[in-house]
């Protein structure tokens, strides 16, 4: 470390990466890109894999596709060819006493200096079996009695990387923190607890995550370092929990059945028994003299709107106001359409609060609603605004909860005295793990789809078929339907060659539709000109609309029946299921084309989930199954701290220990004053801090 002085561990843990030894301004912005800011960051940076270079194989059982070494004697000279201008190929013939193997660099000029006849050498790379003959493309090597600074045989950390920052950087850098920082990180858990859990020490794990000396070794520093994870997290949402749960004085809202049937009976469907049964639990609570914080999962399409209305209403018939908070205007609009026509007739006084509304609209609508006149608010952030005043505040209900948080949930809940919370998710999580990530509330599962609803086709193509796939959409417009296109990026990015959508538009706009209507969405254009072109795709005016995954929350537009997505392999299973909702939402069969560009067997295996099933639960619990918590689950998304290790999919029986362990802790010491509680106190604070508010020892 460049001029480290007499600091404590902590202030080193602070310290910017360029005082690390080879981090120059380049390479530090490079790992800013990656979220690493400083030498705390870089050493809780955790390797996505391994390669287990200690597996050297005799090479006639070699396997195609594996990534393995072997030993062997050099058998020929470097043999150099150009095939084409600017590339160079060198290839050296290598054997033991089982076979031979070809190995072949690209442009390296010095490879041919290198080697000697009859030298004996180490390889390590992806072995290439075509026919009879093996190849290793770019192999790691190193001579035989040269194992002081071996890069083979041991077991060797891979880790997330962005463009230009290459493998060898990163391990030198995590290699030079874990030197500056000298084995002397802060334990966290009490020796108590460790002992209890058979946890290694804090050092030993991050020592052994990065760089382990074996496989048992890596097994014991990751299960420390996972249980360390989770058991902060149960405990900082124990401690909320506790918080929301104490006796408040919540509502007892009025049973009012009479109405709340004729309601019921004046919809223009029967409820489903699931929204039926999900309404009781949401009645059972809204009597009780218990706050209600409750989730109602349900898949895309599942009625979750209705169910909303019912509580709002009993909100309402109980004498209190109820409000509606959604992500997007587009939304909050729809939302007091679809209210509006269902309360038709029933003495409702419904209102909606967004950014766009005039000064005038807006003060006449805070003053009805100071004065008790507005019975529903819905409206999007904008209702959290200090200026928002109800006069009796008796229910909140947030939409699509992973846009908001936590926080936002707490600030419109101190809009009333103790109102009762309930949480509408579109996200489908599997219950064991709902139960934890949502630890401060009660779950309730739409599971159950209105009948009528036509699963939606989907189909996994390559760029091969793009010509079919235009002329279907052609098609499909001429009949008088709408199609979604949807791209990952909103421009050309140096690290992902995925399709661009304002590139996509300019392109079928200009070329393949330039005969139809073709609009642009995307999440860097301002809310004004988002909602203008969205309202003219609501109202039939675009054929076509080329979007980010801006469209992914809620919008409801029931002549668009295709949905193309380009570049799949780029989204999680649960934001393709989310995005394919918004088709297949009138009576027309409606269709999603996957455009997969991943060669992969995993890739494949993730459309094939796809194209099989429309139920949300199941390609949830396969989203963390194949690609483990990842982006589209984002804890940071849910108000939670991020996980940095723990696989909430795969660590299920980790995080059940973790679980009791908190729970125990808490039992015992539910502020965490004890002196062996203090380490845990300052790690869930920290953790928590600007995410949670509301920790009953904060």
């Known amino acids: ?194 002992a209890s859990y058979k946890l290694p020490e804090i050092n030993y794990a991050l020592s052994n995550i990065h760089f382990p000396t074996s496989f048992e070794d890596f097994k014991n520093a990751r299960y420390r370092l996972v249980f360390e994870e989770l058991f902060f997290m149960q405990i900082g949402l124990f401690s909320l929990k506790s918080t929301l749960s104490k006796e408040q004085n919540g509502i007892e809202f009025s049973k009012n059945e009479e109405k709340l049937d004729e309601f019921i009976k004046s919809l223009p469907f029967s409820l489903t028994g699931a929204q039926q049964n999900v309404f009781d639990e949401i009645k059972r609570d809204m009597e009780s003299k218990k706050v209600m914080n409750r989730l109602v999962q349900g898949d895309v399409g599942s009625g979750k709107t209705v169910v909303a209305a019912l509580a709002l209403y009993k909100a309402v018939l109980g004498g209190y106001q109820g409000a509606l908070m959604v992500p997007t205007e587009i939304l909050a609009g729809q939302h007091f359409i679809t209210m509006s026509k269902l309360f038709k007739g029933f003495d409702v006084n419904i209102a909606l609060l967004t950014g766009s509304k005039t000064a005038k609209e807006k003060k006449g609508i805070l003053e009805e609603l100071k004065c008790g006149r507005i019975d529903i608010l819905i409206g999007t952030h904008a209702l959290l605004e200090d200026r928002v005043e109800f006069s009796s505040l008796g229910l909140v209900v947030t939409d699509e909860q992973h846009r908001f948080g936590v926080r936002q949930r707490a600030v419109l809940s101190k809009k009333g005295k103790d109102p009762d919370v309930l949480v509408m998710t579109a996200t489908p999580i599997p219950r064991t793990l709902a139960l934890i990530l949502y630890g401060d509330l009660d779950i309730s599962v739409i599971n159950e789809l209105p ?139 409606s269709f999603c084309i996957l455009f997969n560009e991943g060669r992969g067997a995993f890739a494949k295996q993730r459309m094939k989930v796809m194209e099989k099933t429309n139920d949300g639960f199941i390609i949830s619990e396969k989203d963390l199954e194949l690609r483990g918590p990842g982006e589209f689950f984002g804890t940071r998304q849910h108000g939670l701290p991020e996980l940095k290790i723990a696989n909430l999919y795969k660590d299920m029986q980790i995080l059940k220990t973790a679980q009791d362990a908190a729970a125990n802790l808490i039992a015992q010491d539910p502020i965490l004053i004890r002196d062996d509680s203090k380490l845990i106190r300052m790690a869930v604070k920290e953790r928590f801090a600007g995410k949670i508010e509301g920790l009953s020892f904060l």
């Open 1 to 194: 470390m460049k001029g480290t002085g007499n600091y404590n561990v902590n202030e080193i843990m602070r310290k910017p990466l360029k005082y690390l030894k080879g981090i120059g301004e380049v390479r530090e912005k490079l790992f800013h890109r990656l979220g690493i800011f400083n030498i705390e960051d870089i050493i809780s940076y955790f390797p996505r894999e391994y390669e287990d270079r200690n597996n050297i194989k005799k090479i006639n059982i070699l396997e195609d596709d594996e990534k393995c070494g072997f030993e062997g004697q050099i058998a020929s000279r470097v043999n150099e060819s150009r095939p084409r201008r600017g590339v160079l190929i060198s290839k050296l013939v290598i054997k033991d006493e089982t076979g031979s193997i070809t190995a072949c660099w690209f442009n390296q000029p010095y490879i041919k200096n290198v080697f000697k006849h009859g030298e004996r050498y180490r390889f390590f790379g992806r072995i290439t079996r075509k026919f009879n003959t093996l190849e290793i493309q770019n192999p790691i090597y190193e001579k035989v009695g040269d194992e002081k600074s071996s890069k083979i045989c041991r077991i060797v950390p891979v880790y997330p990387s962005t463009m230009d920052l290459s493998q060898n950087v990163i391990r030198s850098a995590v290699k030079s923190a874990m030197e500056v920082v000298g084995g002397k990180v802060e334990e966290t858990l009490p020796l108590s607890l460790r």
């Open 451 to 589: 009948p009528g609803r036509k699963p939606i086709k989907t189909y996994a193509v390559d760029n091969g078929m793009r010509q079919r796939i235009y002329d279907f959409i052609r098609k499909k417009v001429k009949e008088g339907r709408q199609v979604y296109m949807v791209c990952p990026l909103v421009e050309e990015s140096e690290e992902i060659s995925a399709r661009a959508a304002s590139e996509l538009s300019e392109t079928i706009a200009a070329n393949d539709f330039k005969d139809l209507r073709v609009g642009l969405i995307h999440g860097k254009m301002k809310p004004k000109d988002k909602d203008a072109v969205m309202t003219d795709f609501v109202k039939g005016n675009l054929d076509i609309l080329v979007s980010t995954t801006v469209i992914e929350v809620g919008v409801n537009v029931p002549n668009a029946t295709v949905m193309v997505i380009e570049n799949a392999e780029r989204f999680g299973l649960s934001q393709l299921h989310q995005l394919r909702g918004r088709v297949g939402r009138g009576s027309e069969e």
